[in-house]
């Protein structure tokens, strides 16, 4: 079965910058798209950027304000989170995941969760 492995967390001051990845062991066909969720301490694991295998479609929650970008290295089965302008309350565990079209759904294919990266923000 097809491994995600996340990478990249780490202990940042507020206002500095991540960039998160998420290596496929293979590709496949499983899935339709690939997703980032994180969980929060105290907080349940919710959805925040997704892109779609096959399109160029990338999706970002609205709570991100526009400081994380995700693209894709199609050659390396490799999807990047970076974020940016990181605040406390980014601290979390970030994950990746294979996910159902419309990868905006935040579906998780089962069996297709990596293990996740910590991230956390402080001074």
């Known amino acids: 079965q097809v491994k995600l492995v996340e990478s990249g967390g780490g202990v940042v001051q507020p206002g500095g910058s991540l960039k998160l990845s998420c290596v496929a062991s293979?590709?496949?066909?499983?899935?339709?798209?690939i997703a980032w969720f994180r969980r929060a301490p105290g907080k349940e694991r919710e959805g925040i950027a997704c892109t779609s295998m096959g399109d160029v479609s990338i999706v970002y929650d609205d709570s991100l304000e526009g400081r994380f970008i995700l693209w894709r290295d199609t050659f390396n089965n490799t999807v990047y989170l970076e974020a940016n302008g990181l605040k406390p309350e980014d601290t979390g565990v970030y994950y990746c995941?294979?996910?159902?079209?419309?990868?905006?759904?935040?579906?998780?294919?089962?069996?297709?969760w990596g293990l996740g990266t910590q991230v956390i923000v402080s001074s």
């Open positions: 293979t590709f496949t066909s499983d899935y339709d798209g």
């Open positions: 995941a294979g996910v159902r079209r419309p990868c905006y759904g935040f579906r998780v294919v089962a069996g297709y």
